[in-house]
Every structure is written in structure tokens, then in C-alpha cells.
């Protein structure tokens, strides 16, 4: 009999409190019965185990980054955009460092289709049109704003950064006119 109050949707609300609180690593179906003060057998009544668990946590990381995004793009275009969306993912990876981790989770195709990285990748697209980025090359600038997005926020949060000048912030605000240009100028194929 499923223990009263305990649900998918605040066991995984709770796993990623914890995951943010002390790293995805830490998020396990035993931590989160301690959590909740039961057995950890008390849980597998509503999450498979630790790997189900993630893949909730990554699912509800998803859908709230993709929420943040889209506020944050709203009637915007061009370098205005750009800079929202980009300062909406390094926000929510400050802000939430083991909800972002688990957007690392890898999610079986028929999940991911489902989730909210369709979603990302459309806002991602949409930016890009403000650019001219031809169709036929915009996986490749899709995927170099992502590399750029989360390689700074995996180093910054593992204070990579904290130990020279000038701050982060200036490097990220170059790191951002930098990509406007890239954008502006993209380079055809060949080159």
C-alpha cells in the first residue's frame, strides 16, 4: 500500500531539491526515503528506482528551463534574444546546479520526444531565424550554442572561473557578442 502524501510529482519535486541541495549524484531512492523518513521500499510504489527517479528530475529540469526561455525570449529577435535565452540557461544552472545536471540525463528517443527538449531546440531555431541562418545549417549552430551554453555552465559551476580576472560575467557578456557575430557572419559550408 503506497504510503499517504507520497507521489511521483513530490518525490520527484524533493529529488530535485536534493540534487540541487547536494549534487544529482546524491539523489537516490534510499536518500529520498530518509528524506521522507519511510523505507525505501515505500517509494517503489511510485518511481522504478534511482534511474527513474533521474529521468523525472531531468524531465521536470526540462520543462521549467523551457519555461524560463520562453518568458525570457518573448518579443525579442536578434542579439536581444540570443542574450535572453542564454542568460535563462546560465540563470537556471546557477540557480538550480543539480536540476541542470540531470538535463545531462541520457533519455530513451520516445521520452526525449516527449519532453521538453523539442521545445528548446524550437526557441533555439526560432533565434536562429532572426539571423539567417540557413535552414540546412541550423543543427550545427543549434548544437554550438548548446556546447557553448552548458560547457560554461558546467565549468562555472564547478568554479572553473573563480580563480582569475576578469569576472565571469564580462567573460560571458563577450562570450555572447562573440556568438551575435558568429551568427551574423555564418560561415558557408566548406570553409
Not at 12 to 39: C, H, I, K, N
Not at 75 to 83: D, I, P, Q, T, V
Not at 109 to 119: E, W
Request: aromatic share 6%; hydrophobic share 45%; no cysteine.
Amino acid at each position: 500500500m503506497a504510503r499517504a502524501g507520497l507521489t511521483p510529482e513530490r518525490l520527484t519535486r524533493a529529488g530535485a531539491e536534493l540534487a540541487d541541495e547536494a549534487g544529482l549524484d546524491a539523489v537516490t531512492v534510499s536518500a529520498l526515503a530518509r528524506r521522507f523518513g519511510v523505507r525505501p521500499a515505500s517509494l517503489y510504489a511510485h518511481v522504478r528506482g534511482t534511474d527513474d527517479l533521474t529521468t523525472r528530475i531531468a524531465l521536470l529540469a526540462l520543462e521549467e528551463l523551457a519555461d524560463r526561455a520562453a518568458d525570457a525570449v518573448a518579443g525579442r529577435s536578434g542579439k536581444e534574444a540570443l542574450a535572453a535565452f542564454a542568460d535563462a540557461y546560465r540563470d537556471y544552472a546557477r540557480e538550480h546546479p543539480g536540476r541542470w545536471a540531470a538535463t545531462r540525463h541520457p533519455l530513451d528517443p520516445q521520452t526525449a520526444a516527449a519532453s521538453a527538449g523539442p521545445r528548446h531546440a524550437r526557441m533555439t531555431r526560432a533565434i536562429l531565424r532572426g539571423y539567417d541562418v540557413p535552414e540546412d545549417e541550423s543543427v550545427h549552430a543549434v548544437r554550438l550554442l548548446g556546447s557553448v551554453f552548458n560547457g560554461w555552465a558546467g565549468l562555472e559551476n564547478a568554479g572553473a572561473f573563480d580563480h582569475s580576472t576578469p569576472t565571469p560575467q564580462t567573460s560571458w557578456e563577450r562570450a555572447v557578442d562573440a556568438l551575435d557575430v558568429l551568427l551574423r557572419h555564418w560561415p558557408a559550408p566548406g570553409r
